[in-house]
T-cell receptor, first 110, second 112 residues
Framework: QKEVEQNSGPLSVPEGAIASLNCTYS??????FFWYRQYSGKSPELIMS????GDKEDGRFTAQLNKASQYVSLLIRDSQPSDSATYLC??????????FGAGTTVTVRA | DGGITQSPKYLFRKEGQNVTLSCEQN?????MYWYRQDPGQGLRLIYY???????QKGDIAEGYSVSREKKESFPLTVTSAQKNPTAFYLC???????????FGDGTRLSIL
């Protein structure tokens, strides 16, 4: 079993809709979770961090964490064409290492 | 301006050649990392360093070497033993305790 798994995508949503991205992880003791956005040909940029169960909102982005189910998700509300990118879920393993999912590619249709 | 600088942006390697990728950060981070990304895949950890003069192998260290002589610098050498070096190489720093890692712009390595 992979340490971090994401829904494979690609995910296509119309402009203005909600994009929902899912991620599951295998290490029960993980405490830190991150979502990165990666545009084609570019490096990943951090868009959300979440550490506690529940929801965390930042602008149009909402991260949701359920440690009991080992599940973290990202919602993008009012999706814009500029949100078209690959979204990487990352889970901290130990004190320093991050384990990444393979990413979900989102395309927002104008 | 604080950040992580990787150079060069593009690099070509000949057969049997070692090449070195540069990574410099001025964020005062103790920890630095090297990742490899292949098309359509996530990031895989090559090496990481928690502190100067110390580093640990990641998941795919074979064919690579690193040094950490200064806090600001963490160069990666892709040796001739790495038979499939074509990839996007990303350097990151940070990540201590609950803090996220931040990435440089990357180096794209290809074989001539």
């Amino acid at each position: 079993q992979k340490e971090v798994e994401q829904n494979s995508g690609p995910l296509s949503v119309p402009e203005g809709a909600i994009a929902s991205l899912n991620c599951t992880y295998s290490d029960r003791v993980s405490q830190s979770f991150f979502w990165y956005r990666q545009y084609s040909g570019k490096s990943p940029e951090l868009i959300m961090s979440i550490y506690s169960n529940g929801d965390k909102e930042d602008g149009r982005f909402t991260a949701q964490l359920n440690k009991a189910s080992q599940y973290v998700s990202l919602l993008i509300r009012d999706s814009q064409p500029s949100d078209s990118a690959t979204y990487l879920c990352a889970v901290k393993v130990g004190d320093y290492k991050l384990s990444f999912g393979a990413g979900t590619t989102v395309t927002v249709r104008a | 301006d604080g950040g992580i600088t990787q150079s060069p942006k593009y690099l070509f390697r000949k057969e049997g050649q070692n090449v070195t990728l540069s990574c410099e950060q001025n964020l005062n981070h103790d920890a630095m990392y090297w990742y490899r990304q292949d098309p359509g895949q996530g990031l895989r950890l090559i090496y990481y360093s928690q502190i100067v003069n110390d580093f640990q192998k990641g998941d795919i260290a074979e064919g690579y070497s690193v040094s950490r002589e200064k806090k600001e610098s963490f160069p990666l050498t892709v040796t001739s033993a790495q038979k499939n070096p074509t990839a996007f190489y990303l350097c990151a720093s940070g990540g201590q305790r609950n803090q996220p890692q931040h990435f440089g712009d990357g180096t794209r390595l290809s074989i001539l």
